[in-house]
């Protein structure tokens, strides 16, 4: 299992078209084989950072939903919304 953690830096007024490109990545992203889970989660002291918490079930599933077309197409255009570069941390279970 891989645990996902990744941190986006919205821009000041662009949180809704945000939400609007990552819902489609999403939605897809559910469909994705071994995709356990894929939850954003918006930041209850500042509402400009957006965390997308994922779940997997191995680094090929990750990687392949990495090279997906979805994937490649709204990831993208998410940064354009950003403040700053996002931070992404893997995470595997300690035995």
Avoid at 34 to 59: A, N, R
Avoid at 66 to 92: A, C, D, R, W
């Amino acid at each position: 299992m891989i645990k996902v953690v990744a941190k986006n830096f919205v821009k000041e007024g662009q949180t809704e078209l945000f939400l609007e490109r990552i819902n489609d990545l999403i939605v897809e992203t559910l469909k994705e084989e071994g995709c356990m889970s894929y939850e954003l989660f918006q930041d209850v002291k500042d509402p400009t950072i957006f965390t997308m918490i994922e779940e997997w079930e191995s680094t090929f599933h990750l990687t392949n939903h990495m090279n997906s077309p979805h994937f490649k197409q709204v990831v993208p255009t998410l940064g354009e919304l950003t403040s700053k570069e996002g931070e992404i941390n893997v995470y595997t279970p300690v035995k």
